[in-house]
């Protein structure tokens, strides 16, 4: 006969509950949350459309994780490694007698402060930016934690690395933190402790190449993803300065190489007013010329090295160069403040559903998203007031009890607090403001604060108790 302890069966219902929890705005809506890209996601995962424009980490994990059957398996499975690495963050940084309570008590707390089960319940990678960021931090701090659990955090770094391109800049920036930390601290210094940043950078240097080996399965071929220069140049349509260089170029007769974009000089911005535009729309410059005879997917292959040296081109002039890194800066500034939980307007992927999903079409169909758009405005009130809160709690923190905090303190702090910069930054350089970008990082900054107070509590009850 098999013997279940209380604490395990306290634990398995806890987990359990708080797995249906992070689920429950899906629960709420009828089906899970659509994303705008989840429609491509899906016909890329079951091969009916071009890889081009898109990672194909996700719509790989989109097609097995589901079964092929039903995308409620999915958001389930989000739910089940959020919490995993959820209940292992608490674990190490908050131990407790009651470790199952304290994990659901937090689990409802980042409910009602964060939108932590909006992004669970969407069919897309945006929740899994937060699990990578503290599957990175347990992973380089982890002091008490079984093999099994150390194999299993490895491999969700390599898994999720692929989901998006800023995760692998996340890493280096890891990297480097920790090294810097160990190298600060000297106390217990050690080829072991060097060790752990070591085995970590392989670990995402080898994420990076089974991304790629993914890619060459679904598109044929070991490749770079063309989309990186497209999509990067549309900035520079956004900062003015590619109008500026083809009015310049086009009017002095120099510049020969490009002279099927001096038609549209000086119009490119007031054009192309938003991304999608400018990737898509036929008279963008990115199918110029004959590409578009062999197919749209080829002018993006071609272009993606055209485009490489214009913007070359177009940073080796000085003027140019500052009025773009101006523009840059900017919106980075923008970005940092810019974490509300976004509207998700009514999407129509009907047919991909019925083409993959029979199953789950009538669940769709009667959702609130597709039958009156998902409602969530009462949440971003409430998640901004709760980043702005938990901003300043860790700032006044580090100017007022910077010397009485602990070393992992001060790690966990200056992590999360370089990676909602690094986000900004990266979106801010590449693709653009837009509040899901960094709401989806915003999330660490209350989960620091819990820590923070959680150990401080700890510590005034245990000099109550001692007196």
């Not at 705008?36 to 009916?48: E, K, L, N």
């Not at 578009?292 to 993006?300: A, F, L, P, R, Y």
């Not at 998902?374 to 860790?394: A, C, G, R, T």
């Amino acid at each position: 006969m098999v013997y279940i302890s209380k604490n395990s069966l306290y634990s398995f219902l806890a987990i359990s509950i708080s797995v249906l929890l992070l689920i429950f705005p899906a629960i709420q809506n009828g089906y899970a949350i659509i994303h705008p890209d989840t429609g491509a996601f899906i016909d890329i995962g079951h091969g009916r459309a071009s890889l081009i424009g898109f990672l194909t980490t996700y719509p790989f994990y989109l097609r097995h994780l589901s079964l092929s059957w039903s995308n409620w398996m999915v958001i389930l499975a989000q739910s089940i490694v959020a919490n995993y690495v959820i209940y292992l963050f608490l674990k190490q940084f908050m131990p407790s007698r009651m470790p199952w309570l304290l994990h659901l008590l937090v689990v409802i707390f980042l409910l009602l402060v964060t939108p932590i089960g909006f992004y669970t319940s969407m069919l897309a990678p945006e929740i899994f930016t937060l699990v990578f960021t503290i599957t990175t931090l347990l992973f380089l701090t982890e002091k008490k934690l079984a093999l099994v659990h150390k194999i299993l955090l490895g491999v969700l770094i390599v898994a999720l690395l692929g989901l998006n391109v800023v995760h692998f800049y996340f890493g280096l920036f890891a990297v480097l933190l920790f090294t810097i930390q160990i190298i600060k601290v000297r106390v217990t210094f050690s080829r072991f402790l060097m060790l752990k940043p070591a085995v970590y950078l392989m670990l995402i240097l080898f994420g990076y190449g089974a991304e790629r080996l993914i890619y060459s399965e679904m598109k044929g071929g070991f490749t770079a993803d063309d989309s990186i220069n497209i999509v990067s140049t549309y900035r520079y349509v956004q900062s003015g300065v590619f109008d500026q260089y083809f009015v310049t170029n086009c009017a002095s007769g120099n510049e020969f190489e490009y002279q099927a974009y001096c038609s549209q000089a000086g119009s490119y911005k007031s054009t192309f007013t938003n991304l999608g535009d400018f990737l898509f729309n036929p008279h963008s410059p990115v199918y110029f010329g004959s590409c578009k005879q062999s197919g749209w997917e080829n002018c993006w292959v071609n272009k993606s090295k055209v485009f490489q040296k214009l913007q070359d081109k177009i940073l080796s002039t000085e003027k140019l160069t500052k009025e773009h890194y101006s523009f840059v800066f900017a919106n980075f500034c923008k970005q940092l403040v810019n974490f509300q939980t976004p509207q998700i307007r009514l999407l129509n992927i009907k047919w991909q559903i019925e083409k993959s999903y029979r199953e789950d079409l009538y669940d769709y169909l009667h959702s609130n998203q597709f039958v009156k758009g998902f409602n969530n405005k009462q949440y971003p009130f409430i998640h901004v007031v709760f980043v702005d809160v938990s901003v300043l709690f860790l700032l006044i923190y580090l100017i007022f009890y910077s010397k009485k905090t602990s070393n992992d303190n001060h790690l966990m702090i200056a992590f999360f607090g370089g990676i909602f910069i690094l986000n900004a930054f990266y979106y801010a350089a590449y693709l653009g403001v837009d509040d899901m970008n960094q709401s989806k990082v915003a999330m660490i900054l209350p989960l620091g604060v819990i820590v923070i107070l959680f150990k401080e509590c700890n510590k005034v009850l245990t000099s109550f108790y001692k007196r």
